[in-house]
Structures are given as structure tokens and as C-alpha cells.
């Protein structure tokens, strides 16, 4: 592959797809790079004590992209060896076990795409508008995400 055209890309997708790590993980791969990290968010089977059935996620999609944007121009900032990112979230239905959120980012050293790694899902699940619906053996609740700033207000 020829470097000169092997620029840095981001790759933003939201979709009611299940997710692929294999996928993801080639999205991000360059020959300039040593390192590669991933982040998968799987649904788990409990919550504060209750069975949860599975998970729904709903987003304002070009809201979520433009913010998913947002934290990769951060990201390059911060890290600017940084080179391939990639963020794929789910939408819709995520049974248990299932991933409903990959961040894959690659860079010439494990320091960098293993702290922006971190950067990116820690400040996805702050500002990023995509909302859960935990659903339970007996009920359901819609959750925001606690890290979320702008939920947040009455303190």
C-alpha cells in the first residue's frame, strides 16, 4: 500500500446491524502502525440485581455522527499519531453477549490507540445522544448514560 494515500480515516457507523469486531478491526489496520485497539461494549445478563432480557438503543443518528466526529477530531488532537479510528455503535434491538458498541484505533505505538481508546468511549458515553432501554425479566426502564453530561443538571 502505497503511504502517500494511506491518510488517516475515520469510520462512523450506526446501524441496527449486528457488529462485527472482525470488520471493525480491518477498518482501522495500516502497514505505518504497530498497534491496534479495541473496545467491545457487550450487553450483560444483570443489572442491579435484576435479569436483564436484552438491551434497545435509539440515537438521533445525525446528531450522534456529527458528536462521534466531534471525538475523533479530539482524539487527533491529543494523540496526533493517531491513525485510523473507527466507531460502530448499534442500534435497535442487542441481545445478551452481543456488542453494541466497537471503537477500533490504530497508531504506530499501544500508548496512543490504548488511551484513546479509553478518550473515545469515556467521552462517547458522555456526550454522545444515544439512549437505552434496559429491558428486565418483570419490567423496563430507560436509562441515560450517568458519565452523560447534559443529563446531569439538577445538582
Known sequence: ??????????FIKLDN?????????????????????LFVGTTRNNFDGKKVIHLEY????????A?????????RQKWP???????????????ISEASVIIAISSPHRVESLDAVKYCINT?????????????????????NKECFWANTEK
Not at 1 to 10: F, G, H
Not at 124 to 144: F, M, R
Open 67 to 75: 458528536e462521534i466526529k466531534k471525538i475523533c477530531r479530539d482524539i
Open 17 to 37: 446491524e449486528k457488529l462485527s469486531t472482525d470488520e471493525v478491526s480491518k477498518l482501522v489496520i495500516s502497514p505505518c502502525c504497530g498497534a491496534m485497539s
Open 124 to 144: 462517547l458515553k458522555a456526550t454522545v445522544p444515544i439512549w437505552k432501554k434496559e429491558i428486565y425479566e418483570e419490567e423496563y426502564s430507560w436509562k441515560e
Open 81 to 95: 499519531s493517531v491513525k485510523h479510528i473507527a466507531v460502530h455503535h448499534r442500534l435497535g434491538l442487542v441481545p
Open 58 to 65: 435509539e440515537a438521533y443518528a445525525p446528531m450522534a455522527e
Open 1 to 10: 500500500m502505497n503511504e502517500s494515500k494511506d491518510e488517516q480515516k475515520d
